[in-house]
């Protein structure tokens, strides 16, 4: 199977980065990815676990995947990581921007460091990694980056604050640079998906799993995006459904609906 299914007009020696694979969505497309024959270097903090799906899919799909473990939320880990990627020879031609995670809760009471480290692993570590890889993709004229926005994106998330504005900037950022770099042969997808079933939902209260896509349907849905030009691509038909209601509907009017459903139930009502 050739890498254009992946990456239009891409060579088989780059390779594709995964950011945050050693779970959910992110192990889903090192999965799918090397599937398709894609060599891979795997990005978390969880190295033991990186190493055991490296591992894993080496055997199952004969493919070359290298571990680079990184904590994300700490300055300067883009610069350490893209600095041992080059050193072991490996160029980048498909880059998976899916790394992240979203707090819950009264903005004034969430612990303020976390708060901070969820900008950075959302939104710092993205602009940093597609700042990184993006010049060699358009001198190259094939490509793609793939960033994991979300259905918060499309609207204010009250008792999710700082999750639902670090999807929207990822949302607008993939939508601004998809058109700047259509012309250079390079393809930029925001993949939003909605609630997923993944390890995501262990920080937030009441989770809302039942209703929930697999991380498979989601990588399934980007991985067609990158191949079809698609720059929005939102998971599944409720959640595109919903997010093209929330764009027709009056903004006060989202916000309150978004502050019923994600009001933490130990927060009294109003
Ligand atoms: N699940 C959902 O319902 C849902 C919905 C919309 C969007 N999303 C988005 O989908 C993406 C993947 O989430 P998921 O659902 O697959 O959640 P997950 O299973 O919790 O996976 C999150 C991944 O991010 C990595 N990560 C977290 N903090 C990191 C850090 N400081 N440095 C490096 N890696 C870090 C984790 O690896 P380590 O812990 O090993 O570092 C893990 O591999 C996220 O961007 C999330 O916002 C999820």
Do not use: W
Request: charge should be positive; charged fraction near 20%.
């Amino acid at each position: 199977m050739t890498d254009a299914r992946v990456d239009p007009a891409g060579t088989r020696h780059l390779r594709a980065l995964v950011t945050g694979a050693s779970s959910g969505i992110g192990a889903a497309f090192a999965h799918a990815l090397a599937a398709r024959g894609r060599d891979l270097v795997l990005v978390a903090r969880s190295t033991a676990v990186l190493e055991a799906v490296a591992t894993d899919l080496g055997a199952k799909h004969g493919v070359r995947v290298d571990v680079v473990p990184a904590d994300l939320a700490r300055a300067g880990a883009v610069d350490d990581l893209v600095a041992d990627v080059a050193a072991r020879g490996i160029e980048i031609g498909t880059l998976i921007n899916n790394a992240g995670f979203g707090t819950h809760g009264f903005f004034a009471e969430l612990d303020a460091a976390r708060e901070r480290d969820e900008v950075a692993v959302n939104i710092l570590a993205v602009v940093a990694l597609t700042r990184a890889y993006l010049p060699a993709m358009v001198a190259r004229r094939s490509g793609g980056i793939i960033n994991v926005a979300s259905t918060a994106a499309f609207q204010p998330v009250p008792y999710m604050a700082t999750y639902g504005a670090t999807k929207a900037f990822v949302l607008s950022f993939s939508e601004a640079l998809a058109e700047e770099v259509r012309e250079h042969g390079v393809r930029v997808v925001a993949l939003c998906p909605g609630q997923t079933a993944t390890a995501f939902f262990t920080d937030i209260e009441e989770s809302r799993v039942g209703s929930a896509r697999s991380a498979e349907q989601v990588v399934a849905t980007g991985l067609r995006a990158l191949e079809t030009g698609r720059v929005v691509a939102v998971d599944g038909f409720a959640n595109t459904m919903m997010t093209g209601s929330v764009r027709l509907a009056p903004r006060s009017l989202v916000r309150r609906v978004a502050a019923r459903i994600e009001r933490p139930s130990s927060l009294k009502p109003r």
